[in-house]
């Protein structure tokens, strides 16, 4: 009899076990169906960012390592198709885009109501309607201030290298021009005891302003939508009107924005005003320009020279005119090309996209 129930005590025993470890084997296997359950329905309403290009690697990483998101790319260096974009925006969050990309009202309602934010790679925003994204509520990041002292350097070494004909300069060493030394062969002009004009007193204009006096500029006279008074101040610069900047600047830089009351500003109106003499320089917007009054006013000496970083259109035809003037210099809008600078832009857009989709307050917001 003892031996029996000591048989049943070990069977009900182990009857038990079995029954904890089964129960235990279907506990966790509910559990591991619930976690997938729940990480395939996040997966299905996980915010979706569209990223209009390949970007420098610190905007990417920044975006990669918020998590919970899903991320799609147009990965080129080259600006992504408009048919490509009308049917990649549908649906998503957030656009992460470049300058070359047109966010208007077509894209918008190819996005749809899910999309909250739109960070810009780019200080400029001309490329956006603002006014569709002011009335569908949609915020808007953009990326100042860290390409400002990028922007003053280039347009520095583009005025130096305008007036001072070193693109003309070397062609002629490398076909042959070189011969004996002329006292007045290639010569151009000089910062010591010029004055300096600069359209648009913003940050860029003040960084140009502080790089430039220590070459010896007699004196800075600038012109904007209305006087700076305490910036001009405090970096000793004169507000004039724009035809008197015009009259009476040797170089002429352009720092402003494109808006409405700014494109095409730059006119034969303004370069008729100007010194034979004068050197004309454009690192803003190429539409700040009219550049068939350029052309003509290079062409007919009416001014000295002009380099300009921005054009219209973007990439410049290599048959347009102004590429057979020896003194026209143009750059392919390189301002902002440093590997800091564009690493800089590609992080405080991702940045502000992240804060935006948050509802939190960007790093650098534009107000509509």
Same mark, same amino acid.
């Given at each position: 009899?003892?031996?029996?129930?000591?048989?049943?005590?070990?069977?009900?025993?182990?009857?038990?076990?079995?029954?904890?470890?089964? +129960?235990?084997?279907?506990?966790?296997?509910?559990?591991?169906?619930?976690?997938?359950?729940?990480?395939?329905?996040?997966?299905?309403?996980?915010?979706?960012?569209?990223?209009?290009?390949?970007?420098?690697?610190?905007?990417?990483?920044?975006?990669?390592?918020?998590?919970?998101?899903?991320?799609?790319?147009?990965?080129?260096?080259?600006?992504?198709?408009?048919?490509?974009?009308?049917?990649?925006?549908?649906?998503?969050?957030?656009?992460?885009?470049?300058?070359?990309?047109?966010?208007?009202?077509?894209?918008?309602?190819?996005?749809?109501?899910?999309?909250?934010?739109?960070?810009?790679?780019?200080?400029?925003?001309? +490329?956006?309607?603002?006014?569709?994204?002011?009335?569908?509520?949609?915020?808007?990041?953009?990326?100042?201030?860290?390409?400002?002292?990028?922007?003053?350097?280039?347009?520095?070494?583009?005025?130096?290298?305008?007036?001072?004909?070193?693109?003309?300069?070397?062609?002629?060493?490398?076909?042959?021009?070189?011969?004996?030394?002329?006292?007045?062969?290639?010569?151009?002009?000089?910062?010591?005891?010029?004055?300096?004009?600069?359209?648009?007193?913003?940050?860029?204009?003040?960084?140009?302003?502080?790089?430039?006096?220590?070459?010896?500029?007699?004196?800075?006279?600038?012109?904007?939508?209305?006087?700076?008074?305490?910036?001009?101040?405090?970096?000793?610069?004169?507000?004039?009107?724009?035809?008197?900047?015009?009259?009476?600047?040797?170089?002429?830089?352009?720092?402003?924005?494109?808006?409405?009351?700014?494109?095409?500003?730059?006119?034969?109106?303004?370069?008729?005003?100007?010194?034979?003499?004068?050197?004309?320089?454009?690192?803003?917007?190429?539409?700040?320009?009219?550049?068939?009054?350029?052309?003509?006013?290079?062409?007919?000496?009416?001014?000295?020279?002009?380099?300009?970083?921005?054009?219209?259109?973007?990439?410049?035809?290599?048959? +347009?005119?102004?590429?057979?003037?020896?003194?026209?210099?143009?750059?392919?809008?390189?301002?902002?090309?440093?590997?800091?600078?564009?690493?800089?832009?590609?992080?405080?857009?991702? +940045?502000?996209?992240?804060?935006?989709?948050?509802?939190?307050?960007?790093?650098?917001?534009?107000?509509?």
């Amino acid at each position: 009899a003892r031996r029996f129930a000591k048989i049943i005590i070990r069977t009900a025993m182990w009857s038990s076990c079995r029954f904890n470890i089964l +129960h235990k084997t279907l506990v966790a296997r509910l559990n591991t169906c619930c976690r997938l359950q729940a990480m395939n329905t996040a997966g299905r309403n996980l915010p979706k960012f569209y990223i209009t290009r390949r970007i420098p690697p610190d905007g990417l990483k920044a975006l990669q390592q918020a998590g919970s998101c899903e991320i799609q790319q147009w990965d080129s260096d080259d600006p992504v198709p408009r048919s490509e974009l009308l049917k990649k925006v549908s649906g998503i969050h957030a656009l992460y885009c470049l300058l070359t990309e047109k966010i208007d009202k077509e894209v918008l309602d190819a996005a749809g109501p899910s999309l909250k934010v739109v960070s810009t790679m780019s200080v400029g925003y001309d +490329h956006l309607s603002l006014d569709e994204l002011k009335n569908r509520g949609i915020r808007v990041g953009f990326t100042p201030d860290v390409l400002t002292e990028a922007v003053a350097e280039l347009t520095i070494a583009l005025l130096l290298a305008t007036s001072r004909r070193l693109i003309e300069a070397v062609e002629e060493a490398k076909n042959g021009g070189w011969g004996t030394w002329k006292p007045l062969w290639m010569c151009g002009s000089g910062l010591t005891e010029s004055t300096v004009g600069i359209i648009g007193l913003g940050r860029i204009g003040e960084a140009i302003v502080n790089r430039l006096r220590p070459f010896g500029v007699k004196k800075f006279l600038y012109n904007d939508i209305a006087p700076r008074e305490e910036l001009a101040a405090k970096i000793s610069v004169d507000f004039v009107s724009l035809e008197e900047l015009a009259k009476q600047s040797d170089f002429l830089l352009v720092c402003c924005a494109l808006t409405p009351e700014t494109q095409g500003m730059c006119n034969k109106g303004l370069f008729s005003k100007m010194k034979r003499s004068s050197v004309f320089i454009n690192t803003s917007r190429g539409a700040v320009v009219n550049q068939e009054d350029l052309y003509h006013a290079l062409a007919n000496g009416q001014i000295a020279s002009a380099g300009l970083d921005v054009t219209v259109p973007e990439p410049l035809p290599t048959n +347009h005119p102004l590429f057979k003037l020896k003194n026209c210099v143009i750059l392919p809008h390189i301002a902002s090309a440093t590997v800091e600078t564009r690493n800089a832009m590609a992080a405080l857009a991702a +940045h502000n996209l992240l804060a935006g989709l948050k509802g939190e307050a960007m790093p650098k917001e534009l107000k509509l």
